[in-house]
């Protein structure tokens, strides 16, 4: 098993940053796949961003250029750095571990864009 806890979240204002952080925990061995989801209200989760383990990372069109991620392999940590946020970058962000043995979520942090 494997446990995944999100922080870092928050309300800020629009144009404002925030950086949240993934610690991952337990049998985090064979992990290949790190993301970031996030969920609107009345929305399906999407992907925002991913990193392998090779350091390959992905963006979501709607948020290149102002989002990054990337990993701590030390800390079993993935980060989501997020600049010029948009109130429609409103959402709970969830992380996503696969590993050899499955796939795990976090529970979740809300990130709550508005003036």
């Known amino acids: 098993q494997v446990q995944l806890v999100e922080s870092g979240g928050g309300l800020v204002q629009p144009g404002g940053s925030l950086r949240l952080s993934c610690a991952a925990s337990?049998?985090?061995?064979?992990?290949?796949?790190m993301g970031w989801f996030r969920q609107a209200p009345g929305k399906s989760r999407e992907l925002v961003a991913s990193?392998?383990?090779?350091?390959?990372?992905y963006l979501a069109d709607s948020v290149k250029g102002r989002f990054t991620i990337s990993r701590d392999n030390a800390e079993n940590t993935v980060y989501l750095q997020m600049y010029s946020l948009k109130p429609e970058d409103t959402a709970v962000y969830y992380c996503?571990?696969?590993?050899?043995?499955?796939?795990?979520w976090g529970q979740g942090t809300q990130v709550t864009v508005s003036s």
């Open positions: 990193i392998n383990s090779g350091g390959t990372t």
């Open positions: 996503n571990e696969r590993t050899t043995s499955g796939s795990y």
């Open positions: 337990g049998n985090i061995f064979g992990v290949y796949y």
